[in-house]
């Protein structure tokens, strides 16, 4: 009947010696709240990239990669790395794995359709953007999808695509002026002219612009609006001062022309003309 007591204090002894001072213990990887290796990497190769140290920083993210190949931010840094670099190949397949993983990761989506639009391959731009719609409604996806669509022509989906990138963001001009273009080709001439002058105001500056928007002004039989007169020294006729198209000077009045005002189809044909249309 001793077995039991002799059994109990062995069992105390054991217990008291892994808990003891000297006694060998394995301890964890990282301690709470330490970051592991690969976040490690992943910090340092992220500031090597904002200091655009690329190869830098594709080595430390290559490396964070290697440490945790799940990581789906990992990668995506690592093809944002390469593609500044110049390494867009590489950066691709990491973009459509992404994708292929979590068909809802709509920045990876719009990072490969940037690589696609570049190369011009329209179609790979829809086909990778189109069913992100359903998750994320952004400025740059309706951008892109609108000028994928335009370049494919078709206007239709086009026009619907840069309606909602305006409406998302109004002061881009570039998405103003496509359109107008859409518009104008549909004969749509009143709304042509309104999204010429939002590119116009938002600061795009071309003679094809002015010579756009003068042929919507045009067909809309805008042709010299109000006239008024100014003074302007020196001044010719035919030509353009200022905001004013000036049509012919007044007689016996020096330096006084009857002017059209730049909302006209004659002011925005000749300022694209004075351009170099």
Known sequence: MR???????????????LRAPGAAQ??????????SKAEKLFAEGRDALFRREYDLAIRLLRQACAEDPNKTSYRLHL?????????????????????????DHVEAGQFLAEIHAERQDWKAVLAVL???????????????????????NDPDKARKYFEE???????????HYQLGNIYLAGNRFALAAEAYENAL?????????????????FNLRNYFGTISTVTVKSGREGTIS?????IEPVPGRKDMFRAAPSNTAIYQIAKAVAEGI
């Open 242 to 246: 200022g905001e004013w198209y000036l």
């Open 79 to 103: 093809a944002r790395a390469l593609r500044y670099s110049g390494r867009t190949a590489e950066a691709q397949p990491l973009l459509e794995a992404i994708l292929k993983a979590a068909p």
């Open 26 to 35: 394995t301890a964890p990887a990282t301690q709470p709240g330490e970051a």
């Open 130 to 152: 189109e069913p992100l719609l359903k998750y994320r409604h952004e400025y740059q996806t309706y951008h892109l999808l609108g000028e994928a669509a335009y370049q494919m």
């Open 165 to 175: 990138a305006v409406r998302l963001n109004p002061r881009s001009p570039a998405d």
């Open 201 to 217: 105001r938002l600061g795009m500056k071309s003679a094809i612009l002015h010579y756009k928007l003068g042929t919507a002004y």
């Open 3 to 17: 077995l039991l007591p002799i059994l109990i204090v062995t069992t105390v002894m054991a217990g008291a010696a």
